[in-house]
């Protein structure tokens, strides 16, 4: 009977302790207070009743709501405005057909509304008939001539045929997003001159990560204008409106833009410029025969003869000096949507029955 008893006195301790150990180990690690923290939170739901099945029903609801919009957006990137720039009325397979129904014609006509959109300061008369010339070279003209040859190489394989197209579309679109601004009564005969589009990595798409919804196809397009027009122009690509988009022939796909970088710099010009008054003009400008090449105006001499030549040379000024227009480069990303890219849509949490 001892035996028995203090076998069981044993077991009894023993058991206490291994329960005390275990107590003192939940409370050492943290897991007790977490344990009281979730039966906290459990009892609080319940507070405020068991989910009914009204509930569930709104949940799910919501959830469907949900992903049904997610779907819609994916839609609207993958087969609406992300598609705009690889869609064409017509694909080809070879470069011959390429060139003859596309190429040798959007070209000429691209080149020709470009040209007459120009509008650059022309020299004063006077400067004009001594002699004056712009020195500038046309960059345009061997741009043509370089993406008439790209396009028209019989080397151009089947792959690269719809990019050559999505680029004539980028050219188009720019060019018709100009025209409309340069027609409307804000930038009616403001100046303009085009040069050239420069394309990067838009024939050399390098694989996409899955996870970037677009792919972007950089170009710059330079110019030379007023800076209130090229801020509108970048207005129009980056945000299209009806006022540049149109309809008809003219009318614009609205193509997703991107905005790289818009620079603008002052094109070189002579700082100062020499023009000798003819014995025929020294009368018109009332110039003593007296005062010599060599003597320069002095604007303080104001009763004197150098202030009266300081005076003539100012009206002279404003006769002869013109402004040029600013040089702009504008990058931008010609995007359309990921083939591989994927909204994902994380399901709302369902209630509890």
């Known amino acids: 009977m001892k035996d028995s008893l203090h076998f069981i006195l044993l077991g009894v301790l023993g058991l206490l302790g291994i329960v005390m150990m275990a107590v003192g180990v939940l409370s050492k690690t943290g897991a007790e207070e977490k344990l009281n ?92 008939a001594a002699g004056g010339r712009f020195q500038e070279e046309d960059e345009s003209e061997n741009f043509w001539i370089a993406l008439q040859g790209e396009m028209s190489r019989e080397r151009l394989q089947a792959a690269e045929i719809p990019k050559a197209q999505a680029r004539l579309k980028v050219i188009r679109e720019v060019c018709i997003a100009c025209e409309k601004l340069l027609n409307s009564a804000e930038f009616k005969g403001s100046s303009f001159l085009f040069r050239k589009f420069e394309f990067g990595a838009f024939n050399q798409e390098a694989a996409s990560d899955p996870k970037e919804a677009w792919l972007k196809h950089e170009f710059t397009f330079s110019f030379d204008a007023d800076p209130a027009f090229s801020l509108a122009l970048l207005d129009a690509l980056l945000s299209p409106t009806e006022a540049t988009v149109g309809t008809g022939d003219g009318k614009r796909d609205g193509l997703p833009f991107a905005l790289v970088s818009l620079m603008g710099v002052q094109p070189e010009r002579v700082h ?7 014995n025929a003009e020294r009368g018109a400008w009332e110039i003593p025969k007296d005062w010599l090449e060599d003597e320069e105006p002095n604007r303080m001499d104001e009763n004197g003869s150098s202030g009266k030549r300081a005076a003539v040379a100012a009206d002279l000024e404003k006769k002869l000096v013109f402004s040029h227009p600013l040089r702009y480069d504008l990058k931008l990303f010609a995007l359309r949507a990921n083939p591989d890219w994927k909204a994902i849509a994380k399901p709302a949490a369902t209630a509890a029955e």
């Open 37 to 128: 923290q979730s039966a906290a939170q459990v009892e609080g739901a319940l507070k405020s009743g068991v989910p009914t099945a009204g509930d569930i029903k709104a949940v799910e609801g919501s959830q469907q709501k949900f992903v049904s919009e997610v779907k819609g957006m994916e839609d609207a990137l993958v087969k609406g405005t992300g598609a705009k720039l690889f869609e064409f009325t017509k694909t080809f397979t070879s470069s011959d057909d390429f060139n003859t129904e596309v190429a040798s014609k959007e070209i000429p006509a691209l080149k020709g509304r470009f040209a007459r959109l120009k509008n650059v300061s022309g020299i004063p008369e006077k400067l004009a």
């Open 272 to 278: 100062v410029a020499q023009y000798k008054v003819t």
